[in-house]
């Protein structure tokens, strides 16, 4: 697989494991830690202290914690330097995504 330095750079990962393979986009997950880590500034040492030590997500184990850090990171870099879109644009993103079936987290 070509390496891609940029999105490297921008915190990406496109290795040979991990969410792009596996092909889910997360975006349950992604709801509730953003509602969960409300700062709009938020690093992404933050979300992963979030997600692994606090367990916002409510995994089982601490591997599966550490898994899902990983793909969170993988699929959408979580450093808010990086940030392409603000909250709102996410919110309304992942509204569309649900099909406005299920309510997203508002707090974002």
């Known amino acids: 697989m070509k390496k891609n330095n940029?999105?490297?750079a921008l915190g990406f990962n496109m290795?040979?494991?991990g969410a792009h393979i596996s092909r889910t986009m997360m975006l349950e997950e992604?709801?509730?830690?953003l509602a969960h880590t409300s700062r709009i500034d938020a690093e992404k040492k933050e979300?992963?202290?979030a997600i692994i030590a606090e367990?916002?997500?409510g995994k089982r184990s601490a591997k599966t914690r550490t898994?899902?850090?990983r793909y969170l990171v993988d699929l959408y870099s979580l450093d808010y330097k990086n940030r392409a879109m603000t909250r709102t644009e996410a919110n309304k993103r992942l509204m569309s995504s649900y099909?406005?079936?299920k309510?997203?987290?508002h707090s974002f």
Do not use: E
């Not at 992604?30 to 830690?33: A, D, E, P, R, V």
């Open 15 to 17: 290795g040979l494991g």
């Open 67 to 69: 898994l899902t850090g």
């Open 6 to 8: 940029y999105l490297s």
């Open 99 to 101: 099909g406005n079936k």
């Open 47 to 49: 979300y992963l202290h």
């Open 103 to 105: 309510q997203v987290h």
């Open 55 to 57: 367990n916002c997500l």
């Open 30 to 33: 992604l709801s509730i830690l």
